[in-house]
């Protein structure tokens, strides 16, 4: 009885060992977190016109206009404001898996900052030669304010 009883005690001193281990290893879990819901990254248009503020997940927090930005073409605007917010949402993602990386990349054996910085680069590497130009949509026909509208729907069609 007495082996049974030691196998027994040795395999619960195990298991609290990894519990422990298990504790070190995410004890940085929490301040991860609050840097996560802290990350604020701001891009600046090299014209100055354009300011995003992008944060973690890549959730554009704010989009400022200068006047001289109001003052600019349709297109050369939308290409400011694109390309300013590409640029903060990218930093922020990098610096979110930054974070990740830091507090848990070694513990899982992965290096998903240079994953992200790799797929990055092939992404503006493939669509550096296929810049979106402004296409105004086409005008929608005038309604007149009689119209019955309790058969639209919100995606569009009419049912």
């Given amino acids: 009885m007495s082996a049974d009883l030691e196998r027994l005690t040795a395999e619960f001193e195990g298991f609290q060992a990894r519990i422990r281990q298990a504790e ?4 940085g879990v ?9 990350l604020e990254v701001v891009a600046i248009s090299p014209d100055r016109s354009v300011r995003v503020v992008a944060g973690a997940g890549g959730a554009v927090k ?16 939308a290409a400011a404001i694109m390309t300013t ?3 903060a949402v990218a930093e922020a993602v990098r610096r979110q898996v930054a974070i990740v990386d830091e507090t848990v990349g070694g513990e899982l054996g992965a290096n998903t900052s240079e994953h992200v910085r790799q ?8 669509g550096a030669g296929t810049a979106t ?20 729907s919100i995606y569009g069609s009419r049912g």
Avoid: C, K, N, V
């Fill in 133 to 152: 130009q402004y296409q105004p949509s086409q005008p929608r026909a005038a309604r007149s304010d009689d119209d019955d509208f309790s058969h639209d």
């Fill in 85 to 87: 917010l590409r640029e």
């Fill in 119 to 126: 797929a990055q680069a092939e992404a503006w590497a493939a």
């Fill in 62 to 77: 704010d989009i400022q206009l200068t006047p001289d930005a109001l003052r600019q073409a349709a297109p050369t605007l």
């Fill in 24 to 27: 070190a290893r995410f004890s």
């Fill in 30 to 38: 929490g301040q991860m977190q609050e840097q996560l819901a802290e």
